[in-house]
């Protein structure tokens, strides 16, 4: 497998909480300018593959690679080319939005905020909340900061769980506009985990399900644009008949 | 701000958060100022710089306190520290984690406050020269070798992903949350005890105990000590989670309508039970040696200690109902 030529390289991963196994022989690609969506039904292993792709969690085995750096081997540069999205709740509440936006680019070594991720912040109407401390953030507002602060840098990988999760319809169709911008453009790729089908239809360019711990199925573009022309339903009743189709075996 | 700080974001995120919550509470750091002024004033007391005089007499077991404290201070910490490289919101970036700067920022401001309390009755007059010169290196010889015992202590390094809290159900209980009632809730501060009493936890406590123990104590006599002790640690814990659940579970069941009298008897019954049964294994133990008046002395302390409770739960509850 051309591990340079990809975004996201995931080969033989294994994780497990204590004795509880939770990903088992996952093998995932996600190639340059590429926005793969990850599905599958809760506790699946949605969350906790994506936390040992960003390195906050450490796999038992298996080896993650992002644009050609290991990150067992030098975590810092896949960090580098990594932008992920942490929970909302996670966000320091004795900080203001614009600080922790400083931070962040501070840390990524950027000489200011980028202007596209300001002009993404606008049009989540955020701006205005930039000077108010976190822990007065609604759920919504802290996700935005945390979809922004994921972007920041102009990272080649963003990985995002669930980061739709609490966004009003308008910030939430900004972001959509602007990730498919920005992956068509080959400015990144995206890694998503969400439940939200719509953005699996309409964006994404190959969706994975995750089951038991098991990339169970995944589907092309070409799969994807074929389902949502045939029928109302299309990729929901495919995605029930695979969930059923794995639960039967 | 400094080039170096902000290449450091752990320590940055600290800085602006302190910088944050003075800004926030006004009233903070002149508090802070008059609780040290205040602190100094007491020090100056010419019983303070006796006191301190006969501590510089007996210089092990200061020693062998502090040094413990920082030992376990500091291992605590590095755990958290290592914690928050994989769940802090700076996890995923490639930046440094100030891992050593971390753990010994706090040691080594403690250890600043401690040697300017020492100074403060030196220069009231009230200990002599050589006692405060005994007492600082006391201090500092104390803080250097508990912080790198601690340093050295194996951390935790099965630390799971991000609000990893899986539970280790050792059997499923049909008789319970099956139907509608608050009984449940009564094994919340259970659950919480057995958590703050694990061996792990409660092995550091009577670590202190067992080192400040004066040279020449008796095996038996040290095991009674570390037995009575581990009691009392027992009981206070089941105390203080009960108060602290109080507050989580008012919190968490705030929508409902609740009220404060089956709230209080359902949170708080299971605890005094445990503290009934373990103040009643003390006392028959007790009464069975040859210690004269330990049954009555244990009847009047097991007495105090279930009331304390009942009104430190129903405190607890009450404050807890009312301010969610």
């Known amino acids: 497998m051309n591990t340079e030529a990809s975004a996201l390289t995931v080969e033989h991963l294994y994780a497990s909480y204590e004795k509880h196994a939770v990903l088992i022989d996952v093998n995932l690609t996600v190639a340059r300018g590429e926005w793969v969506a990850l599905l599958g039904p809760n506790a699946s292993g949605k969350s906790t593959l994506l936390h040992c792709v960003a390195g906050m969690m450490a796999p038992k085995s298996g080896a993650v690679v992002i644009c050609g750096h290991s990150l067992q081997g030098d975590p810092r540069a896949a960090k580098g080319k990594l932008g992920f999205a942490c929970a909302p709740e996670r966000l320091p509440g004795l900080l203001t939005g614009r600080q922790c936006l400083e931070i962040y680019a501070a840390a990524k070594g950027l000489p200011s905020i980028d202007a596209d991720v300001l002009q993404l912040a606008e049009s989540f109407q955020y701006l205005a909340m930039l000077d108010r401390f976190v822990d007065a953030y609604s759920l919504g507002t802290r996700q935005k900061l945390a979809v922004l602060l994921a972007l920041l840098g102009e990272p080649q990988l963003v990985v995002l769980d669930e980061a739709f999760n609490g966004l009003d319809p308008a910030s939430s169709l900004a972001l959509k506009h602007h990730l498919r911008a920005r992956v068509s453009e080959g400015k990144c790729s995206v890694l998503l985990a969400t439940h939200a089908l719509d953005i699996v239809e309409r964006y994404a360019d190959r969706a994975a399900l995750l089951l038991d711990g098991r ?18 339903e299309g990729f929901e009743a495919a995605l029930a008949a695979v969930a059923v189709e794995v639960e039967s075996k | 701000m400094s080039r170096w700080l902000q290449a450091r974001p752990y320590l940055l995120t600290g800085a602006l958060c302190w910088s944050n919550l003075k800004r926030r509470n006004r009233a903070l750091l002149p ?68 891992v050593f700067i971390r753990m010994a920022l706090a040691p080594l401001l403690q250890l600043l406050l401690l040697l300017l309390a020492i100074a403060v009755p030196v220069l009231a007059g009230s200990l002599s020269r050589a006692g405060a010169v005994t007492l600082w290196s006391v201090v500092s010889g104390a803080y250097v070798a508990g912080f790198v015992v601690g340093w050295l202590a194996p951390h935790d390094k099965s630390v799971g992903a991000p609000n990893f ?42 670590l202190f105990v067992l080192m400040a123990l004066p040279m020449g104590t008796g095996g038996e006599q040290a095991i009674a000590i570390a037995a009575g002790s581990w009691v009392v640690f027992y009981l206070m814990a089941l105390d203080v989670s009960a108060m602290r659940i109080a507050f989580r579970a008012a919190r968490w069941l705030a929508p409902t309508t609740v009220r404060y009298f089956p709230f209080t008897v359902a949170l708080g019954y299971r605890v005094v039970l ?11 133990l007790g009464s069975a040696t040859t210690f004269h008046g330990a049954l009555r002395l244990g009847l009047t302390l097991t007495v105090g200690c279930l009331l304390s409770s009942c009104v430190t739960v129903a405190v607890a509850c009450w404050f807890a109902m009312r301010s969610r």
């Open chain 1, 215 to 232: 990339i169970a199925h995944q589907w092309r573009k070409d799969e994807l644009t074929a389902m949502r022309a045939k029928s109302e």
């Open chain 2, 274 to 284: 445990a503290q009934l049964w373990t103040c009643g294994w003390v006392v028959f």
């Open chain 2, 165 to 206: 809290h899986y539970a280790a159900v050792r059997k499923p209980r049909a008789n319970w949350a099956q139907a509608p009632g608050l009984e449940p809730l009564s094994y919340w501060p259970m659950g919480q005890v057995r958590v703050s009493t694990k061996p792990k936890v409660t092995a550091s406590a009577l």
């Open chain 2, 31 to 98: 508090a802070i100022i008059g609780l040290l002024l205040l602190c100094a004033g007491l020090l100056a007391v010419p019983a303070v710089g006796v006191f301190l005089e006969v501590i510089a007499q007996y210089p092990v077991t200061p020693f062998v306190l502090l040094a413990a404290s920082c030992a376990v201070t500091t291992a605590r910490r590095k755990t958290s520290v290592y914690r928050s490289l994989v769940d802090s919101w700076l996890a995923p970036l490639a930046a440094p984690s100030s």
